[in-house]
């Protein structure tokens, strides 16, 4: 979890590689539906280029669709879902039926002036449609409003881990990679 901008992908991409499982990103997949133009990238876009969440029923579908696949069997980890309350409810019914539990929930904590500078820069490199400033700012108000209410519920089920997500890319995966080590000791 973390704001746009906290580096989720970032980290999820190393992360994953560590433990050999996938890293499913629900904002990937919504991309790569839009460019393929397929029925649910229709539906996404409008959604995304607005900097609003894609309604719960079709992000739930397809994450349930992802991990039921094989690669998914051993474990996973996901990057930008859940993000509302309703997706924690989901996911939970969901793992419970494959046999899955939650390890750990990591959160990037960085500072605004900090976010906003990473999506710009990154606008100029990439032309993400939704890394506009109008939009930036749309999906930072959607993630307090929505998400951040999820780290006190994670926190509450004792598997949360937050992390000061400033820095280089290495320092902050150095400090997950320790992060989760302490929780497999323990
Ligand atoms: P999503 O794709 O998840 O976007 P986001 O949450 O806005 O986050 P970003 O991908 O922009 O940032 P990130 O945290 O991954 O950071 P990154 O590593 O890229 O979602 C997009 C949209 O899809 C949503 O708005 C919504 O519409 C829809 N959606 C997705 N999931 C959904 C769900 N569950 N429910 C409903 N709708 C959903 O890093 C950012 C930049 O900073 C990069 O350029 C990177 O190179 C750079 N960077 C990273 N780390 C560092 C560092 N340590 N120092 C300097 N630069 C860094
Ligand atoms: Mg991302």
């Given at each position: 979890m973390g704001p746009p901008g906290a580096g989720k992908g970032t980290q999820a991409q190393v992360v994953a590689a560590r433990y050999n499982i996938p890293a499913i990103s629900t904002g990937d997949i919504f991309r790569k539906n839009v460019s393929e133009g397929t029925e649910l990238g229709l539906e996404a876009k409008r959604f995304m280029d607005a900097g609003e969440y894609v309604p719960d029923s079709v992000t739930n579908l397809m994450v349930r669709n992802r991990i039921d696949e094989e690669d998914a069997a051993k474990g996973f980890l996901l990057d930008g879902y859940p993000r509302t309350l309703a997706q924690v409810d989901e996911l939970d019914g969901m793992i419970a039926f494959t046999g899955h539990k939650l390890d750990a929930v990591v959160v990037l904590a960085v500072d605004s002036e900090e976010l906003v500078r990473r999506l710009t820069a990154r606008a100029e490199t990439e032309g993400r449609t939704d890394d506009t400033e109008d939009v930036i700012r749309r999906r930072q108000e959607v993630y307090a409003e929505q998400t951040e209410p999820l780290i006190e519920v994670y926190r509450g089920h004792g598997i949360l881990l937050e992390i000061?997500?400033?820095?280089?890319v290495d320092e902050v995966t150095g400090r997950i990679f320790d992060a989760l080590d302490e929780i497999q000791e323990s």
């Open positions: 000061d997500g400033a820095g280089e």
